[in-house]
């Protein structure tokens, strides 16, 4: 809902950016932590932190979409992008050090492969009985779909495709693509969250993992603010 509210007071930019916290994945791999197991959490938290790619090909694929059809059409190219990345995700081994290192390549790539775009509402109601759905269906099947399909579908393109789809029929493409090319800079928060709770929670626990988590993800979304104002302080836009 905050999320929603910042869009609609600040425009899509800055709410692509406030996107990337993990709101949803942080509660779904709690959850699963204590429902689960640290184990099971940890190395679901593995492949949320792979699925990056999977959201970053879900934005780039509506992305450019938008530019030439609607957001029907949209929607279902970046759905298939979606699948085709979480395929890819799911076969990849269970390495930390090889799944952050794609995470931050493509993190790093990510605003190139955006088309480029001048600079909404949503529906809060909707957004956040999509979120709960998503956290009470993964967490439910979670021992069913086991820690990988678990870990991707914290990560699965629910609340992203309703922020675009409603931005998109108002605003335009232009809004879109600003609003998804955002959300690839407030992913690293997301990205140094998964990072941490895969790290460290067999060895500190649930409750110490989480709270570190929290904090080193605060920390990274500060940084991915305030670093272009300071590389560039007169065309900077946050």
């Not at 929603?4 to 600040?10: A, C, H, N, V």
């Not at 204590?34 to 509506?62: D, K, P």
């Not at 759905?79 to 493509?106: D, F, G, K, N, Q």
């Amino acid at each position: 809902m905050l999320i929603s509210l910042i869009g609609k007071r600040y425009g899509p930019a800055k709410a692509g950016w406030m996107a990337g916290l993990p709101v949803i994945v942080g509660p779904i791999l709690l959850l699963m932590a204590l429902e689960h197991g640290a184990s099971f959490a940890a190395r679901a938290a593995h492949f949320t932190l792979a699925s990056v790619l999977t959201v970053i090909a879900f934005g780039v694929a509506y992305s450019h979409a938008a530019k030439r059809y609607g957001w029907g059409s949209s929607l279902v190219i970046a759905l298939l992008a979606w699948l085709i990345a979480a395929v890819i995700v799911s076969r990849l081994p269970m390495s930390l050090l090889l799944i952050t290192t794609l995470a931050l390549t493509t993190l790093a790539l990510a605003p190139y492969l955006y088309p480029s775009s001048p600079l909404p509402a949503s529906e809060l109601l909707l957004r956040m009985l999509l979120g709960a759905v998503l956290t009470y269906i993964v967490t439910t099947f979670a021992s069913t779909v086991g820690e990988t399909w678990s870990g991707i579908a914290a990560l699965a393109p629910v609340l992203t495709p309703v922020l675009a789809v409603f931005i998109h029929r108002r605003s335009g493409a232009p809004h879109v693509i600003a609003l998804l090319s955002n959300l690839a800079r407030g992913l690293y928060s997301l990205l140094v969250f998964c990072f941490v709770v895969a790290w460290q929670l067999p060895t500190l626990g649930i409750t110490p993992t989480f709270l570190l988590a929290l904090l080193c993800a605060g920390i990274v979304q500060a940084i991915t603010y305030f670093w272009p104002i300071l590389r560039n302080p007169k065309t900077a836009k946050v």
